[in-house]
């Protein structure tokens, strides 16, 4: 019987993040938007969300019953520093029963100190368009490594960098819903002084931390490989949006547009004890005669509202491959799907873990896979309308039940590895994708025709 094995120690998690998961985070930005008529998709505001700030532990045992040894949280920057320079001892104390929590039960917490969301007085300052930010966010990677630092090794600083600095800068659909192509720049150019500081800082009070940035990958391929046009497109959009960031925290050379690349910053360079992986799928481009970039439709239509791109698994092993170049070891932090009727999440779990298996025997230094997400949580203004969840949510109850790819997952990260016996059970018609030659969109079946 063919089988697929991990290295030994692997890490298998999943990832959250703190407003998606605490509750009633009040003081963030995203909160005030979700106010706002017309921000959400489907009208909602996160309220309770999971409810992690009071019963995170339920769902900590939840991650030990799958016999997960790591999880990917992050801390709410509005909770801990409510107030310029004032710092909530209570919710430092709150996050240490969480990570003993974690610890408790064999599960080694990842900590985000930045995913997505900012206190409302940063906001009001200018965010991250103001270079003060940098400071503060020093400040702030500076007291939470003190105040946690004995209960956590592994350290993120910022999540997807790009993401957040288009989403909110550029097309306006996140708070403060700019749209700016200069601010986007500056964005981008304080966000990596940031991460330096906070690098830097953790590092002073943690001398042995593991400290990284945890950075999506948006694949970019050309609609038509053939036409010149459509293939500088893809090209240009995979350079700026996944490459530059990364270059400059560990060059430390800002290259256009970012800057024009002719001084070293040394204190950016070289920032990056890992890289964090966040991977969903591709976008084929192509250039309009009248030299419009356009999204070409994706070839298969999933059923998923939040997916505009493909399903792309091979995307993963050809990011894993690339990344070699920069000789630090992989996380893949995030890899999910939106499926509230688990029919397609099975196969896309097999599909994209066969690839990571594929790039460690091909020489990638990946030591842990994160699947996004353990519990159906808040997806920012998509709301409610998206589920990610290895477990359902009732948000009116807040019961959870597990799913069919919960089960898949518990067996994969049992056996750490994949079996024939799996695929035959889970997702029969991805056999050969998982022991051949991985193809680069997953078959569909009849019964997910059915559903879409």
């Known amino acids: 019987m063919r089988r697929l094995n991990f290295p030994a120690g692997f890490s298998w998690g999943v990832a959250t993040s703190s407003h998606q998961n605490e509750g009633n985070n009040h003081n963030n930005d995203f909160w005030a938007w979700e106010q706002l008529p017309g921000k959400v998709a489907d009208g909602t505001t996160s309220g309770l969300v999971t409810d992690w700030w009071h019963s995170a532990?339920?769902?900590?045992?939840?991650?030990?019953a799958l016999g997960l040894n790591t999880l990917r949280l992050s801390?709410?920057?509005?909770?801990i520093e409510p107030q310029p320079g004032v710092w909530d001892s209570a919710a430092f104390?709150?996050?240490?029963?969480?990570?003993?929590?974690?610890?408790?039960?064999?599960i080694t917490p990842m900590v985000t100190?930045?995913?997505?969301?900012?206190p409302v007085w940063l906001g009001e300052m200018g965010g991250w368009a103001n270079p003060a930010v940098v400071r503060h966010f020093e400040q702030y990677a500076t007291r939470t490594a003190a105040a946690l630092g004995d209960l956590v090794q592994l350290w993120g600083t910022i999540n997807e960098p790009y993401i957040y600095a288009t989403q909110a800068y550029v097309l306006g659909h996140w708070p403060p819903g700019q749209r700016n192509l200069l601010k986007l720049i500056a964005v981008m150019r304080n966000q990596i002084r940031a991460h330096a500081a906070a690098y830097h800082a953790v590092h002073r009070v943690q001398p042995g931390a593991q400290v990284g940035i945890v950075k999506h990958m948006a694949g970019f391929d050309p609609h038509h490989p053939l036409l010149p046009g459509d293939r500088s497109l893809a090209a240009v959009m995979d350079t700026l949006a996944n490459w530059r960031f990364l270059d400059a925290v560990m060059t430390g050379r800002?290259?256009?547009p970012l800057g024009l690349g002719l001084r070293r910053c040394r204190i950016s360079a070289a920032t990056n004890d890992f890289i964090g992986v966040n991977y969903y799928g591709r976008s084929r481009l192509r250039l309009h005669w009248r030299g419009i970039p356009m999204e070409a439709p994706p070839e298969i239509a999933w059923p998923a509202p939040w997916i505009n791109r493909?399903?792309?698994?091979?995307?993963?092993?050809?990011f894993l491959m690339r990344l070699r170049r920069y000789n630090r070891p992989i996380y893949i932090t995030e890899n999910g799907m939106a499926d509230p009727t688990d029919l397609i999440r099975p196969g896309f779990l097999l599909a994209h873990l066969a690839n990571v298996?594929?790039?460690?025997?091909e020489g990638a230094d990946v030591r842990g896979y994160y699947h996004w997400t353990l519990v159906d949580n808040y997806e920012w203004t998509e709301g409610?309308?998206?589920?990610?969840?290895?477990f359902g949510l009732d948000t009116d109850t807040q019961v959870r039940t597990m799913r069919r790819s919960a089960r898949l997952y518990h067996e994969i990260v049992a056996a750490n590895g994949i079996t024939e016996e799996m695929v035959a059970q889970y997702a029969p018609h991805m056999m050969a994708q998982v022991f051949d030659h991985p193809d680069d969109a997953l078959p569909r079946t009849d019964a997910e025709e059915d559903v879409a």
């Open 57 to 64: 532990e339920a769902d900590f045992d939840r991650a030990a």
């Open 254 to 256: 800002f290259k256009f």
């Open 75 to 79: 801390v709410e920057w509005s909770r």
């Open 93 to 106: 104390d709150r996050y240490r029963a969480m990570l003993r929590a974690l610890h408790q039960r064999g």
């Open 113 to 118: 100190l930045h995913h997505f969301s900012n």
């Open 357 to 361: 298996h594929r790039a460690i025997q």
């Open 310 to 318: 493909e399903v792309y698994p091979r995307g993963l092993y050809r």
């Open 384 to 390: 409610w309308t998206t589920r990610f969840g290895l």
